[in-house]
Every structure is written in structure tokens, then in C-alpha cells.
């Protein structure tokens, strides 16, 4: 069984929707990122999160330690959001494990 | 600050050649990270080195891959006689000297394809 496993794998939506992507992972972590791969390949990290709930701009991200579940809403999604989402927890060892991600397309 | 500095960004090498690949972290950045992202797969850990030193080099194929991260310039991955199958993206991440739970900086990658 894969330590971090996202879901949905692929997800087509229309622009506007609300678009929710969740991780969930069997290792003890000390922190979670979200990342988000663009289709030119580079990578940005758009959340590193601990507990609770953090949002920048349309994006929000929640963290539930005990449950070992976290979850990225984009709220009004928009045709450029359309990326690779990729849910990466640190361990205690400050070593980060990626999940295989999300593939999100919006339509306009 | 021009952030995580990756050149080449694209790489063609033949099967036998060596390939280097270069990172400059962030400004005040000491500690560097390489990620290997095979076709259709999820990134992967490789090696972790702070200046001068490797830190973490679980995920480094045993052979043929070395890393190192000289007291001046870049972080370099070297690949010496490099297959088809090290063909990937190889992205940097780097991040302060500090504590711990600090956020990673990822470079824009280097896209390696072997002929």
C-alpha cells in the first residue's frame, strides 16, 4: 500500500466549480505540503501545513492530524488552475514522500 | 532573490555520456534537495546535502549517480554512462538553515533525455 494516496487521480470540472482534492497518508508526519506541478513541468509549493486550515486567495487547505487526512479546495476554478496537485507529507525524519497527484483539468 | 536556480533545463545526452546537472539554491539557502520524476510517475526522493556535506542519500540509485554541494557554487548531480531509463525530470529544492517544517523551494527542473 502506497504511504500517500490522493484522490480523485484525474478530475475534469467546468470553470466556477468548486474542486476538492484529498490525500491521505499512514506515516507520522511533522508537516504537509501541497504543491502544484504546471503542465510546463515546474513546480511551486503552495501550502506547507501542520494543523488546521491555511487558504491564499481562492485556495484553501485543511489538515486533520488524528484522522491522517488532508484536503485542497480552489474555490471559482478558473481554465489556469489546470495542473498537476500533488500531495507530499514530511515525515519525522524531515524526508518528504509525494503522492502520484491529481490531474486537474478545467474547462472553460 | 531569483529563487531555486536549475540549468540545463533541457538535457540530451547519449547511452555511454555523462550528464551533470546544476543547482543554485535560494540566497541564504544551505540545504539541497534532488528529486528524480520518471515519466508518468509521482517525484521521488533522491539525495539530500547541506554544504559540504550529504546528509541523506537513501534514494540514490547505488551506482553511477553522486551528488555534491561544494562550499562555493552550485549543488551538482552527476549521472556518469547514463541509459534510456534515467531519462526524467530532476528538480532541486532547497531550504534554510533552520529548524525544521520549513518550506521546500523547487527549482523549474532539468528535463534529461537519453538517445
Not at chain 1, 42 to 69: C, D, P, Y
Request: charged share 20%.
Amino acid at each position: 500500500k502506497n504511504e500517500v494516496e490522493q484522490s480523485p487521480q484525474n478530475l475534469t470540472a467546468q470553470e466556477g466549480e468548486f474542486i476538492t482534492i484529498n490525500c491521505s497518508y499512514s506515516v507520522g508526519i511533522s508537516a504537509l505540503h501541497w504543491l502544484q506541478q504546471h503542465p510546463g513541468g515546474g513546480i511551486v509549493s503552495l501550502f506547507m501545513l501542520s494543523s488546521g486550515k491555511k487558504k491564499h486567495g481562492r485556495l484553501i487547505a485543511t489538515i486533520n492530524i488524528q484522522e491522517k487526512h488532508s484536503s485542497l479546495h480552489i474555490t471559482a476554478s478558473h481554465p489556469r488552475d489546470s495542473a498537476v496537485y500533488i500531495c507530499a507529507p514530511e515525515n519525522r525524519d524531515d524526508k518528504i514522500i509525494f503522492g502520484k497527484g491529481t490531474r486537474l483539468h478545467i474547462l472553460p | 532573490n531569483a529563487g531555486v536556480m536549475q540549468n540545463p533545463r533541457h538535457l540530451v545526452r547519449r547511452r555511454g555520456q555523462e550528464a551533470r546537472l546544476r543547482c543554485s539554491p535560494m540566497k541564504g539557502h544551505s540545504h539541497v534537495y534532488w528529486y528524480r520524476q520518471l515519466p508518468e510517475e509521482g517525484l521521488k526522493f533522491m539525495v539530500y546535502l547541506q554544504k559540504e556535506n550529504i546528509i541523506d542519500e537513501s534514494g540514490m540509485p547505488k551506482e553511477r549517480f553522486s551528488a555534491e554541494f561544494p562550499k562555493e557554487g552550485p549543488s551538482i548531480l552527476r549521472i556518469q554512462q547514463v541509459v534510456r531509463g534515467d531519462s526524467a525530470a530532476y528538480f532541486c529544492a532547497s531550504s534554510p538553515f533552520t529548524e525544521r517544517n520549513t518550506e521546500a523551494f523547487f527549482g523549474q527542473g532539468t528535463r534529461l533525455t537519453v538517445v
